[in-house]
């Protein structure tokens, strides 16, 4: 916006028009005015991120607060004294380590069958040219505009008649066998490989797996990597499967560990831990956002809207 | 399969690979897709417990969901999160994301800023608002400071709905990336052009930044009213669907009254609501020729 301005500006001293005499040049040429916008900018830029900041803030410091300084009024807004106690007792009040556990044995293999799964399929839609193809790839994308709640009740009746209710079975196996969502961030990938290098290893005599796995997959890693790292992050923090499927304490996920713990009279209150846990749950995804940032903006690109 | 035998070696050869690569999906459409959808048609029109067999009701399920004085609530609730809380979702990541598009100091740290709430678990999100919001949060605390009377986040009916707008909002970062990618794809020369025509900046947003990203708006409308219309985590544990109901959303309820076993008419509100997006989602693909332009190269 700013430096844009700047060239026309340089041509328009020979304009005349009296009112520009009067100003001075640095006026004239908007000097003041891009600089009072840039400072305006800035402002509402750093107004703007704290304002979205500050929930990080509150949870993060309210988890290092005594249990006297969290419901202090008026609030304290750095805690003193640091306390670092409601870490320890997050795994000594519940049993959150199982937790975290049981949440790593449904995240990684679920997260191995979408990338299996939607590898697979995206590679049929675009690599390969066969009758019924696009029917097939159509009736994909309209799948995506099915809200997940309509399937919730025939579903649930499905995995409790195979005798899957009580089990991560309901929450794995279905990965395996696909998600539309990935399947049209891969597809829009692998598009983006030129046909040449599957038809020339195709007069090489390689076959269609060969292609698929020696040619294919090797360059399609970071893709591969988006959808695994998205998978994970979005089954550490699902709610409503383990909500619906599991229904033994030690089967507990984090995520619905930390919503009976709250929901349990005994630690309504115990805000300290309840901000440590979720503090602590908060950790490897942030972790891992910061460590493939961007690997993540490249995938949201990837869903690109001009595929 | 008479297709098929007119088919050339190559041509069966690439048919069978597709299929077998597709294979798996496909199966999961049948299985987790296409059968769950019939099947929930099939339970909609009957009365089932789990504990003995589907009996066959007619209409009874809808007929009572549609005289239910809750079902009516949990629609306008919904209705208002659709009509509501997306648009300023919509508005707001736009906004931000044209903020981003400046040049200003520090821009990539602002941009991670904003994305960070999308990847936050939800639960987690869910905990942390329900500290900002309660009497002792930073909001109120800082109210208290200046004399002023604590905002009833949570606790009153008029205020529940507008606090988890103020919590999806902040989850804005998917959106914002989407705009910020189609903002930087907005022709340089036009809006040289437009400047040069002594446009000012809300022209500029109106007659060229608007246009050129309204693919990405219906886009963002589609998925946000699909999304708003299913809206559970937030409001089942942040505030249940109190108080007095004033929160109680339609998936709120379909899982109710499927925890309540009442498996027909749980299916039934599913259905109901598979076809009111379905409308909603063909009405806004019908009338996007009108308001979106696709650019010319």
Same mark, same amino acid.
């Not at chain 1, 003193?80 to 009040?93: E, G, L, Q, Y």
């Not at chain 1, 995804?285 to 993540?296: D, K």
């Given at each position: 916006?700013?430096?844009?301005?700047?060239?026309?500006?340089?041509?328009?001293?020979?304009?005349?028009?009296?009112?520009? /005499?009067?100003?001075?040049?640095?006026?004239?040429?908007?000097?003041?005015?891009?600089?009072?916008?840039?400072?305006? @900018?800035?402002? $509402?830029?750093?107004?703007?991120?704290?304002?979205?900041?500050?929930?990080?803030?509150?949870?993060?410091?309210?988890?290092?607060?005594?249990?006297?300084?969290?419901?202090?009024?008026?609030?304290?807004?750095?805690?003193?004294?640091?306390?670092?106690?409601?870490?320890?007792? /997050?795994?000594?009040?519940?049993?959150?380590?199982?937790?975290?556990?049981?949440?790593?044995?449904?995240?990684?293999?679920?997260?191995?069958?979408?990338?299996?799964?939607?590898?697979?399929?995206?590679?049929?839609?675009?690599?390969?040219?066969?009758?019924?193809?696009?029917?097939?790839?159509?009736?994909?994308?309209?799948?995506?505009?099915i809200p997940g709640v309509v399937l919730m009740v025939p579903m649930f009746i499905i995995f409790r008649? @195979?005798?899957?209710y009580?089990?991560?079975?309901?929450?794995?196996?279905?990965?395996?066998?696909?998600?539309?969502?990935?399947?049209?961030?891969?597809?829009?990938?692998?598009?983006?490989?030129?046909?040449?290098?599957?038809?020339?290893?195709?007069?090489?005599?390689?076959?269609?797996?060969?292609?698929?796995?020696?040619?294919?997959?090797? $360059?399609?890693?970071?893709?591969?990597?988006?959808?695994?790292?998205?998978?994970?992050?979005?089954?550490?923090?699902?709610?409503m499967?383990?909500l619906i499927y599991?229904?033994?304490?030690?089967?507990?996920?984090?995520?619905?560990?930390?919503?009976?713990?709250?929901?349990?009279?005994?630690?309504?209150?115990?805000?300290?831990?309840?901000?440590?846990?979720?503090? @602590?749950?908060?950790?490897?995804?942030?972790?891992?956002?910061?460590?493939?940032?961007?690997?993540?903006?490249?995938?949201?690109?990837?869903?690109?809207?001009?595929? | %399969?008479?297709?098929?035998?007119?088919?050339?070696?190559?041509?069966?050869?690439?048919?069978?690979?597709?299929?077998?690569?597709?294979?798996?999906?496909?199966?999961?459409?049948?299985?987790?897709?296409?059968?769950p959808i019939c099947s929930s048609l099939y339970y909609s029109f009957t009365q089932y417990n789990m504990v003995r067999?589907p009996k066959?009701v007619?209409l009874h399920n809808f007929q009572y969901m549609f005289?239910d004085?809750h079902y009516?609530?949990a629609v306008?609730?919904t %209705?208002?999160?659709?009509?509501?809380?997306?648009?300023?979702?919509?508005?707001?990541?736009?906004?931000?994301?044209?903020?981003?598009?400046?040049?200003?100091?520090?821009?990539?740290?602002?941009?991670?800023?904003?994305?960070?709430?999308?990847?936050?678990?939800?639960?987690?999100?869910? %905990?942390?608002?329900?500290?900002?919001?309660?009497?002792?949060?930073?909001?109120?605390?800082?109210?208290?400071?200046?004399?002023?009377?604590?905002?009833?986040?949570?606790?009153?009916?008029?205020?529940?709905?507008?606090?988890?707008?103020?919590?999806?909002?902040?989850?804005?970062?998917?959106?914002?990336?989407?705009?910020?990618?189609?903002?930087?794809?907005?022709? %340089?020369?036009?809006?040289?052009?437009?400047?040069?025509?002594?446009?000012?900046?809300?022209?500029?947003?109106?007659?060229?930044?608007?246009?050129?990203?309204?693919?990405?708006?219906?886009?963002?409308?589609?998925?946000?009213?699909?999304?708003?219309f299913q809206?559970f985590?937030?409001?089942y544990?942040?505030?249940?669907n109190?108080?007095?109901?004033?929160?109680l959303f339609y998936a709120v309820m379909i899982y109710d009254t499927f925890v309540g076993t009442r498996m027909g008419l749980a299916a039934a509100m599913a259905w109901v609501l598979f076809l009111i997006?379905?409308?909603?989602?063909?009405?806004?693909?019908?009338?996007?020729?009108?308001?979106?332009?696709?650019?010319?190269?």
């Amino acid at each position: 916006m700013v430096s844009s301005t700047e060239p026309r500006a340089e041509g328009t001293p020979g304009g005349g028009a009296p009112r520009q /005499v009067i100003r001075p040049q640095w006026w004239k040429r908007g000097v003041v005015r891009m600089a009072a916008s840039r400072v305006a @900018l800035n402002a $509402l830029a750093l107004t703007l991120g704290v304002v979205f900041g500050m929930p990080f803030y509150w949870l993060v410091t309210s988890a290092l607060k005594t249990s006297q300084q969290i419901f202090a009024m008026p609030p304290v807004w750095w805690p003193n004294p640091i306390v670092w106690d409601n870490f320890p007792r /997050v795994f000594t009040t519940a049993p959150f380590g199982l937790y975290t556990w049981n949440t790593i044995q449904i995240a990684v293999p679920h997260t191995i069958g979408i990338v299996f799964s939607c590898t697979m399929a995206a590679y049929g839609f675009a690599r390969i040219q066969w009758p019924g193809r696009e029917i097939l790839y159509g009736i994909t994308l309209a799948t995506l505009m099915i809200p997940g709640v309509v399937l919730m009740v025939p579903m649930f009746i499905i995995f409790r008649q @195979l005798g899957w209710y009580g089990t991560y079975k309901p929450l794995i196996v279905p990965a395996f066998f696909g998600s539309a969502y990935y399947i049209f961030m891969l597809r829009q990938f692998f598009r983006t490989i030129p046909p040449e290098l599957s038809e020339a290893a195709r007069i090489d005599g390689a076959s269609e797996l060969g292609i698929f796995a020696r040619i294919i997959l090797p $360059l399609a890693k970071p893709a591969l990597a988006v959808v695994a790292l998205f998978t994970l992050i979005g089954q550490w923090g699902d709610f409503m499967g383990p909500l619906i499927y599991i229904n033994k304490m030690e089967q507990y996920t984090i995520v619905l560990g930390l919503f009976r713990f709250m929901g349990d009279r005994a630690h309504e209150t115990d805000w300290g831990i309840i901000m440590a846990a979720s503090t @602590l749950m908060l950790l490897p995804v942030i972790a891992i956002f910061f460590f493939a940032q961007r690997t993540f903006i490249e995938g949201i690109h990837m869903t690109g809207l001009k595929g | %399969m008479a297709i098929g035998l007119r088919l050339s070696p190559r041509e069966r050869r690439n048919l069978l690979w597709g299929l077998f690569f597709t294979l798996p999906w496909i199966i999961g459409l049948l299985w987790l897709l296409l059968y769950p959808i019939c099947s929930s048609l099939y339970y909609s029109f009957t009365q089932y417990n789990m504990v003995r067999p589907p009996k066959w009701v007619g209409l009874h399920n809808f007929q009572y969901m549609f005289t239910d004085r809750h079902y009516w609530r949990a629609v306008s609730n919904t %209705m208002w999160f659709v009509i509501v809380a997306v648009p300023i979702n919509i508005a707001v990541s736009f906004l931000l994301a044209e903020l981003l598009n400046q040049k200003i100091f520090m821009r990539s740290f602002w941009r991670t800023v904003f994305y960070l709430p999308t990847i936050v678990p939800q639960m987690a999100a869910a %905990m942390l608002w329900l500290w900002v919001f309660n009497p002792f949060g930073p909001i109120n605390g800082t109210l208290a400071r200046f004399g002023l009377s604590a905002i009833p986040f949570l606790s009153s009916p008029a205020w529940v709905k507008p606090s988890l707008t103020i919590v999806t909002t902040w989850i804005c970062g998917g959106n914002i990336v989407l705009f910020l990618a189609a903002l930087q794809d907005v022709p %340089m020369q036009l809006r040289e052009a437009a400047r040069i025509d002594g446009a000012n900046w809300w022209d500029e947003m109106l007659h060229i930044t608007v246009p050129c990203v309204t693919p990405v708006i219906l886009f963002t409308v589609i998925n946000g009213m699909i999304w708003a219309f299913q809206f559970f985590t937030f409001a089942y544990t942040i505030t249940g669907n109190g108080p007095g109901e004033s929160s109680l959303f339609y998936a709120v309820m379909i899982y109710d009254t499927f925890v309540g076993t009442r498996m027909g008419l749980a299916a039934a509100m599913a259905w109901v609501l598979f076809l009111i997006v379905a409308v909603c989602t063909f009405v806004l693909f019908r009338t996007s020729a009108r308001w979106v332009y696709y650019g010319g190269d």
